[in-house]
Nanobody, 118 residues
Framework: VQLVESGGGSVQAGGSLRLTCVIS?????MGWFRQAPENARGRIAT???????TYADSVKGRFTVSRDEAKSSLYLQMNSLTFEDSGTYYC????????????????WGQGNQVTVSS
């Protein structure tokens, strides 16, 4: 499985960005994970093939994850961005069904930088 991400960039606090991930194969779970300098990679949002989505508490109400099976794509709409949202965002895919667990993901995109200036 290959994952290709796009849509990162720089934005001022309060702004919005949309990330896109195109997958070349099948995955039950797809997710977005973020890694900031000197921090561990952590879950931001996931979307299962059953339609179930999960979010980190820090992004609930601001971020929306969605899947388009016809386009083999995963999206992350990020609104009301803050400085703390900055980092490298990774798209990931898994055949497992425990979508919330980072260790369940075996395939990763190249990472996409998001920089929010305050």
């Amino acid at each position: 499985v290959q994952l290709v991400e796009s849509g990162g960039g720089s934005v001022q606090a309060g702004g919005s960005l949309r990330l896109t991930c195109v997958i070349s194969g099948y995955a039950y779970c797809m997710g977005w994970f973020r890694q900031a300098p000197e921090n561990a990679r952590g879950r931001i949002a996931t979307a299962g093939a059953d339609g179930r989505t999960t979010y980190a508490d820090s992004v609930k109400g601001r971020f929306t994850v969605s899947r388009d099976e016809a386009k083999s794509s995963l999206y992350l709409q990020m609104n009301s961005l803050t400085f703390e949202d900055s980092g490298t965002y990774y798209c990931a895919a898994s055949l497992r069904r425990n979508c919330e667990e980072l260790y369940a993901y075996s395939d990763w995109g190249q990472g996409n930088q998001v920089t929010v200036s305050s």
